[in-house]
C-alpha cells in the first residue's frame, strides 16, 4: 500500500522541471469564466496552389465576423472561443456540421476533445481521433467530411525544452491512475493504492487521472468524483486548466474562485491553493512554463483581424 504527501492533483505523475518563475508579471488573470471569454465567427477555405517554381505548401485563407458571411460555398464554418493569460492563451474551436478546415499558426499543442481530423506531425500528416494530443501540430487541421460535432482545444505555450520535437500521443491505451487526496489532521495525505482509496474517509477528494507527455510539456485529463476537497499544494510552474464538464471551486492565495463547464483557470506559480469538488467534474490540464527573456505565448488582437492574420505574439 502506497500512501505519501503529494503534489497539485493536477500535477500528478509529472517529472520536476526547473522553471524560470513566472511571478515577476504584471497581469494577474487568474479565472476566465466562458461567458467572459470571447466568441469569434470563423470562415475558413484552402487557396490555390502556388505557382510551380514557388514553394508547394498547403494554405488557407480566414475571414471573421462579417467577412465569414461572405466566404464560398464548401467553406469551414466555426466558432473560436479564447482564453488569453498572461503567458499562454487555449482557444476552444467548434464546429457544428460542414469540412473541417484550420490552418495551424502559433498553436504550439492541441486536444481533441470530440470528432475525428487529420494534421501534421514532424512532417507526416496523422489522423487524431477524440482523446488524442499532438505537441508541435503543423499544416492544415482537416476533414472533409465529419461525423457530427468537432471540438478542438488549441494552446499557444511554450515548453522546457531547448528544441522540443513534435509528438502525437493518443488517449488509448494510456495508463489511469486512481486517487484519493484528504487531510489527516495537519498532514496531506494521498493514496494511489486501491485498497487504500477504498478505506479513504468522507471528505476525501477522488479523481482519475491521464499524463499525455510531450517533449518539455504535457497534457492531463482527471476525472473527478462530486464532493471531496484536495490537499493544499504550490506549484513551480503555471498551470491552464479547462473545465470540460462540472463544477469546483478553487482557493489559492485565501481566494475562491467557482469554476464551471466552458471556464478556464490558471493556478499560479508558488501560490498554495486547493480544490473543492462541487459536482462530477472533468478537466485538462497543461503547463504555462515562462522565461521573461522570452516572447509572452498569448493571443493579441491585430487590426487586420478579419483579412485573416488575427494574431501575434507579444
Same mark, same amino acid.
Given at each position: 500500500m502506497k500512501?505519501?504527501?503529494?503534489?497539485?492533483?493536477?500535477?500528478?505523475?509529472?517529472?520536476?522541471?526547473?522553471?524560470?518563475?513566472?511571478?515577476?508579471?504584471?497581469?494577474?488573470?487568474?479565472?476566465?469564466?466562458?461567458?467572459?471569454?470571447?466568441?469569434?465567427a470563423?470562415?475558413?477555405?484552402?487557396?490555390p496552389?502556388?505557382?510551380?517554381?514557388?514553394p508547394?505548401? *498547403?494554405?488557407?485563407?480566414?475571414?471573421e465576423?462579417? %467577412?465569414?458571411?461572405t &466566404?464560398p @460555398? #464548401? /467553406?469551414?464554418?466555426? =466558432? +473560436?472561443?479564447?482564453?488569453?493569460?498572461?503567458?499562454?492563451?487555449?482557444?476552444?474551436?467548434k464546429?457544428?456540421?460542414?469540412?473541417v478546415i484550420?490552418?495551424?499558426?502559433?498553436e504550439?499543442?492541441?486536444y481533441?476533445?470530440?470528432?475525428t481530423?487529420?494534421?501534421?506531425?514532424?512532417?507526416?500528416?496523422?489522423?487524431?481521433?477524440?482523446?488524442d494530443?499532438v505537441?508541435?501540430?503543423?499544416?492544415?487541421?482537416?476533414?472533409?467530411?465529419?461525423?457530427?460535432?468537432?471540438?478542438i482545444?488549441?494552446?499557444?505555450?511554450?515548453?522546457?525544452?531547448?528544441?522540443?520535437?513534435?509528438?502525437?500521443?493518443r488517449?488509448?491505451?494510456?495508463?489511469?491512475?486512481?486517487?484519493?487526496?484528504?487531510?489527516?489532521?495537519? *498532514?496531506?495525505?494521498t493514496?494511489?493504492?486501491?485498497? %487504500?482509496?477504498?478505506? &479513504?474517509? @468522507? #471528505? /476525501?477528494a477522488?479523481? =482519475? +487521472?491521464?499524463?499525455?507527455?510531450?517533449?518539455?510539456?504535457?497534457?492531463?485529463?482527471?476525472?473527478?468524483?462530486?464532493?471531496?476537497?484536495?490537499?493544499?499544494?504550490?506549484?513551480?510552474?503555471?498551470?491552464?486548466?479547462?473545465?470540460?464538464?462540472?463544477?469546483?471551486?478553487r482557493?489559492?492565495?485565501g481566494?475562491e474562485?467557482?469554476v464551471?463547464?466552458?471556464?478556464?483557470?490558471?493556478?499560479?506559480?508558488?501560490?498554495?491553493?486547493?480544490?473543492?469538488?462541487l459536482?462530477?467534474?472533468?478537466?485538462?490540464?497543461?503547463?504555462?512554463?515562462?522565461?521573461?527573456?522570452?516572447?509572452r505565448?498569448?493571443?493579441q488582437?491585430?487590426?487586420?483581424a478579419?483579412?485573416g492574420t488575427g494574431?501575434?505574439?507579444e
Amino acid at each position: 500500500m502506497k500512501i505519501a504527501p503529494i503534489a497539485s492533483f493536477v500535477t500528478i505523475a509529472l517529472a520536476a522541471f526547473s522553471l524560470t518563475s513566472a511571478s515577476a508579471q504584471d497581469a494577474r488573470i487568474i479565472h476566465v469564466p466562458a461567458v467572459e471569454a470571447p466568441v469569434y465567427a470563423e470562415a475558413e477555405w484552402d487557396l490555390p496552389l502556388p505557382k510551380a517554381d514557388t514553394p508547394m505548401y *498547403d494554405r488557407s485563407f480566414i475571414a471573421e465576423g462579417g %467577412a465569414a458571411a461572405t &466566404a464560398p @460555398d #464548401g /467553406a469551414s464554418r466555426y =466558432t +473560436a472561443q479564447e482564453y488569453n493569460f498572461p503567458m499562454g492563451a487555449l482557444r476552444v474551436l467548434k464546429w457544428e456540421s460542414g469540412p473541417v478546415i484550420h490552418q495551424i499558426t502559433f498553436e504550439t499543442q492541441l486536444y481533441m476533445l470530440k470528432g475525428t481530423a487529420s494534421v501534421g506531425v514532424a512532417g507526416d500528416i496523422v489522423t487524431i481521433n477524440a482523446g488524442d494530443a499532438v505537441f508541435l501540430p503543423s499544416g492544415i487541421l482537416r476533414n472533409s467530411d465529419p461525423d457530427g460535432e468537432t471540438v478542438i482545444l488549441t494552446y499557444i505555450v511554450s515548453n522546457t525544452s531547448d528544441a522540443p520535437k513534435a509528438k502525437v500521443v493518443r488517449g488509448e491505451g494510456l495508463n489511469v491512475m486512481a486517487i484519493a487526496q484528504w487531510m489527516d489532521g495537519e *498532514d496531506p495525505t494521498t493514496a494511489t493504492d486501491h485498497d %487504500a482509496i477504498l478505506k &479513504a474517509p @468522507d #471528505g /476525501a477528494a477522488k479523481f =482519475t +487521472a491521464k499524463r499525455y507527455s510531450g517533449d518539455g510539456n504535457s497534457f492531463r485529463h482527471a476525472v473527478l468524483e462530486a464532493g471531496g476537497r484536495t490537499t493544499p499544494a504550490t506549484n513551480g510552474r503555471d498551470i491552464l486548466i479547462y473545465i470540460n464538464k462540472g463544477r469546483m471551486k478553487r482557493t489559492e492565495d485565501g481566494v475562491e474562485y467557482t469554476v464551471e463547464a466552458g471556464d478556464a483557470i490558471r493556478e499560479e506559480n508558488a501560490k498554495s491553493g486547493y480544490w473543492e469538488i462541487l459536482e462530477a467534474s472533468e478537466f485538462i490540464a497543461t503547463d504555462m512554463p515562462f522565461d521573461p527573456s522570452q516572447p509572452r505565448y498569448n493571443l493579441q488582437r491585430s487590426t487586420n483581424a478579419v483579412a485573416g492574420t488575427g494574431y501575434r505574439q507579444e
